[in-house]
């Protein structure tokens, strides 16, 4: 396997256009951005790039637009965030590809700082349309991929550009790889994983290649609600995907000759609505109402967690347990954390976590420092942790 060309390898980027990919699809609320550590872990190698006098071009996606051009799914909101943290102007322009993009492009001086609105609003990006990758390289001189957490996507911004222009991995990128392959490439076990979130479709199948590689497996969020319902539980109006029961049947299966015990919530707390401090109850997971709504897991569960936690010497999570955004449904994910965060203290654990919202639970618990590692990364964490190859990643490897 070839090794990555890293920026040490770009040359000058002086006056340079650096089509650099990043990740920011960040949580956000009310347009302002929550949780900022993936713009933070990125910005020290947006500052190097112009401080060598590179035309920093950013380019992302931010949530799932599918090729519409939607309001709630803008980068403009991101950019005073991502301001404050390079401590400089950045420059936004109103589409990734075209005039808009060409004329701020143009603009830019040696050092200056332009992201480009959300390459999801085309639908060539989630193709890797040709046409549409190479309308992207017409904007740069050279391709950054700083996106780790984004490279088990082969989307034009992550993977095609690299085929189209001179591409570096930037030093994140290095940094999620190093120390995920540091971690967790000769785990201590029994190892443990925690899976949970709202992305059920996307991660429900590379659990079944999981259980082979893991010891434990906890499922909570909305994937544990596809799973109770693939068990004939009631699960009212909860986030739940119902035409993968079979799918979480056939893990359950592969689980049971992989010898990993899966530990799913035995109770749950159940509001009528999404909200924060909606009315609530705590019910057995037989017992959840036709118009309720699985919020987070109930304290039974959290037991049963933590106890795993306690019998395991190696953790990867990703997925919060409940909908942690909404007090008091953060009450499962801040008490796992903050578990896992003292066995760490006390040596008892290597931790390692990672995804958008899942570093934005932990820092709400105040656990993400004691943890171990934390990554940017969530789905691609995962796969990389099956064995799957990242296209974005592969496609940074030095050729010849
Ligand atoms: N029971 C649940 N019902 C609805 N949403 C949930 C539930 N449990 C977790 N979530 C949501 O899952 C989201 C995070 O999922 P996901 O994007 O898969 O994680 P990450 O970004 O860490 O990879 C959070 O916004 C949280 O509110
Ligand atoms: O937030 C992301 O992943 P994550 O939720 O698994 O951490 C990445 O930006 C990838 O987004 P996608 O899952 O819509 O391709």
Redesign the pocket.
Known sequence: MSAFRTLDDAGSLRGKRVLMRVDLNVPMEGGRVTDATRIARVAPTIREVAEQGGRVVLLAHFGRPKGKREAKDSLEPVVPALSEALGRPVAFAADCVGADAERAVAALADGDVLLLENTRYHAGEEKNDPAFADALAANGDVYVNEAFSAAHRAHASTEGLAHRLPAFAGREMQAELDALTKGLEAPSRPVIAIV????VSS?IDLLENLVAKVDILVIG??MA?TFLHAEGKPVGK??CERDLAETATRIRAAAEKAGCRILLPVDAVVASEFKAQAPHETVSVDAVPEGGM??DAGPQSVAAIEAAIDEAKTLVW????????LAPFDAATVAAARHAAARTRAGALVSVAG????VAALNHAGAATDFTYVSTA??AFLEWLEGKALPGVEALRAKG
């Open positions: 949970g979130g709202a992305k991660k969020g909305g609600n909860s986030l699985i919020l990703n997925g919060p347990l409940g909908a942690f955004e995804g958008g919202d899942t969530g789905g």
